[in-house]
């Protein structure tokens, strides 16, 4: 991997609309006003046509890249589907997983630099690989797993997990509210039952993962 960052973080959802672009540019941007040089990347993604916004979008403006940095435009698929659907809807060519990890370039000297995948651990990215074959492709130091807060997320969360080995995995419980007492209580179960360590707080991963704020 060309000038691999000090840290390299993939990000997962359990599922698509989970909210991963939110945490993640949530994240950078934090990371950003420390005066870290963070990057993101997004090998492929695909959206609805009339989207005025797309995640590589909310990522650069997190980040101070270009949009076509995050993701080049060959990469842009305009149709919600997985990226190898919606290519072959639109008939461009296959998607190979090795090409996207090639594709993946990085600035010199970044302190934390972010891959994000597609939809959930399983949903497809090429038509030979998934997220979680994407990550294990890329090596990333760790993994954040986004998540929901609310009803059905442990079965969510135990699943996306088992997808997931050989993969450093950190857990962040999005839109989590500690007034709902369901939130509260998925927190504690998987802390408890499962032994996972929860996080809900952008501020607070920096330092599980180790990353210091710039002197």
């Known amino acids: 991997m060309v000038n691999r960052p000090a840290r390299l973080i993939g990000v997962l959802g359990t599922h698509t609309e989970v909210g991963k672009t939110f945490v993640a540019a949530r994240w950078l941007a934090l990371l950003r006003q420390q005066g870290l040089r963070v990057a993101a990347r997004k090998p492929a993604q695909s959206f609805d046509a009339i989207d005025k916004e797309t995640d590589a979008d909310r990522l650069s403006t997190a980040t101070g890249e270009?949009?076509?940095?995050?993701?080049?435009?060959?990469?842009?698929?305009?149709?919600?589907?997985?990226?190898?659907?919606?290519?072959?809807?639109?008939?461009?060519?296959?998607?190979?997983?090795a090409e996207l990890v090639a594709e993946v370039h990085w600035p010199r000297d970044i302190d934390v630099g972010i891959v994000e995948t597609a939809g959930g651990p399983r949903s497809p990215?090429?038509?030979?690989?998934?997220?979680?074959?994407?990550?294990?492709?890329?090596?990333?130091?760790?993994?954040?797993?986004?998540?929901?807060a609310g009803l059905g997320t442990l079965n969510a969360i135990r699943l996306s997990l088992a997808s997931c080995t050989g993969l450093n995995i950190v857990l962040y419980l999005n839109r989590y509210d500690d007034t709902n007492e369901v939130h509260r209580l998925n927190r504690r179960w998987l802390i408890e039952h499962d032994g996972i360590d929860v996080y809900f707080s952008t501020g607070k991963l920096a330092s599980h993962f180790g990353i210091s704020p710039a002197k």
């Open 66 to 97: 270009l949009p076509l940095e995050v993701c080049p435009a060959h990469r842009h698929y305009p149709l919600a589907l997985a990226p190898p659907m919606a290519a072959e809807v639109l008939r461009r060519p296959r998607i190979a997983l």
């Open 125 to 148: 990215i090429a038509h030979d690989g998934d997220s979680v074959d994407l990550l294990r492709a890329l090596r990333p130091d760790a993994a954040l797993l986004v998540a929901d």
